[in-house]
C-alpha cells in the first residue's frame, strides 16, 4: 500500500498505533510519549488500555469499510 493521500496517511497512523497499543497491552514500554497517551489525547477516547485499543481497532475497521472516508 502506498500512502499517498491524507486518508491513507490517517489509516497507516491508525495501524501503527494500534500496534504499539497492542505491544503496551501485554506490558511492553517504548521510548517517548506511549501509544496510549498519544490515542486519548489526539482521538479523545476515554478509558484504559484494552477499552482504548478496542475503539482504536474499530476506528481501522470502519475507515477500511469506507464509513469514515475523508
Known sequence: MIA???Y???LYRLLCLR???RLE???LKGRGR???SIAKEELGIKGNKQKVLDQ???M???MK???INE
Open 25 to 27: 497491552v501485554v506490558g
Open 60 to 62: 481501522i475497521q470502519s
Open 34 to 36: 506511549s501509544a496510549y
Open 19 to 21: 500496534r504499539n497499543l
Open 65 to 67: 469499510k469506507g464509513e
Open 4 to 6: 499517498d493521500t491524507p
Open 8 to 10: 491513507k496517511i490517517e
Open 56 to 58: 482504536v481497532h474499530e
